[in-house]
């Protein structure tokens, strides 16, 4: 069975909606752009367009390239203060002479709709999560949207970063699964992944995983994303794995729609 993020974020997004309709206050989100990166520019353009169907406001501070890092900070601290705004993240990457976890750390935690504030990654390591990374909430909502059983079975993260692969282990972790994590240098990846119930991917690398990593009736998260020729890909090999797999996502129309999805919910939950 395709899992179908696009049509479960559009649900979503129409939930989120009609309880903003109802909300006092409207919620904001500030954005913080530094540099004219063009990846960001079409992400902040989808959050734009995410944000106004559903009824938040959404604030873009864009600044130069260039920014020293203590500029960017107070702005930060700024947004921090500003009632209007409920939820703000920081669009990465950042230009190299930033420290990046710097700036995550001055982000407000009670605004820190990304989840990438220290505070924030430590509640979710022990167990209470408040606010947590939009990519991997999507991947567990979409979980449970398919009635997906994840306590007790075997789950392979492929990817450690801080954005997926570790909170995404950790949410798993939570739900009582028996959680593994792989990267680039784990040896006999196959081996691993084969043992997988559930098998979540995310490296970046445009079809790596092949019919071989897949156990029959697996089920398959494909959370990469790679621009080939123009197109779109992920980094499971959709067309042999799909016919093995008990359930797959699609790229693109599977992860990503969520992940706008968690950030838009977020958002609305800080504001509230
Ligand atoms: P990172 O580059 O930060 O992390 C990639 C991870 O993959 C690393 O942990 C790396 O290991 C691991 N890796 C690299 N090569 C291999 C290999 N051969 N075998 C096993 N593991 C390997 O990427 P992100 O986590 O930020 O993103 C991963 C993918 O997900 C990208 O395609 C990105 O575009 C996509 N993405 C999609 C989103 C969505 O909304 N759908 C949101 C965010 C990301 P090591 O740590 O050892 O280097």
């Known amino acids: 069975m395709i899992m179908d993020g696009k049509s479960v974020a559009k649900k979503i997004r129409q939930d989120i909606k009609q309880e903003i309709s109802g909300m006092k206050v409207k919620p904001g989100l500030a954005v913080v752009q530094v540099g004219d990166n063009a990846a960001s520019n079409v992400y902040i353009r989808l959050k734009e367009k995410a944000c106004k ?18 500029r960017l900070l107070a702005d930060i601290e700024k947004l921090n203060d500003d009632d209007r705004i409920h939820g703000m993240l920081v669009q990465l990457p950042l230009p190299k002479h930033i420290n990046v976890e710097r700036v995550l750390s001055a982000v407000d935690p009670d605004k820190d709709v990304d989840g990438f504030n220290p505070v924030n990654v430590g509640l979710l390591a022990v167990g209470e999560p408040r606010f ?17 059983p994840i306590e007790g079975r075997n789950a392979v993260v492929v990817g450690r970063s801080n954005i997926v692969g570790k909170p995404l282990a950790a949410m798993l972790l939570a739900r009582h699964a028996t959680v593994t994590i792989c990267h680039s240098r784990t ?34 998260v494909d959370v990469g994303i790679t621009e080939v020729d123009g197109n779109l890909k992920g980094d ?14 699609p790229v693109p129309g599977g992860v990503g729609p969520m992940t706008i999805a968690m950030l838009l919910e977020s958002t609305k939950e800080a504001a509230k």
């Open 53 to 70: 169907e559903v009824g938040i406001d959404l604030r873009l501070v864009k600044l130069q390239e260039s920014v020293p890092e203590e």
């Open 236 to 249: 499971v090999a959709f067309d042999e794995v799909e016919p093995i797999a008990s359930h797959i996502t």
């Open 132 to 148: 947590v990374p939009a990519t991997p909430k999507g991947v567990m909502r979409l979980l449970d949207e398919y009635k997906i």
């Open 187 to 220: 040896k006999d990846l196959v081996e691993v992944t084969k043992r997988a119930d559930i098998l979540a991917v995310a490296v970046g690398r445009p079809g790596m995983i092949k019919k071989e990593h897949v156990k029959k009736g697996a089920v398959v």
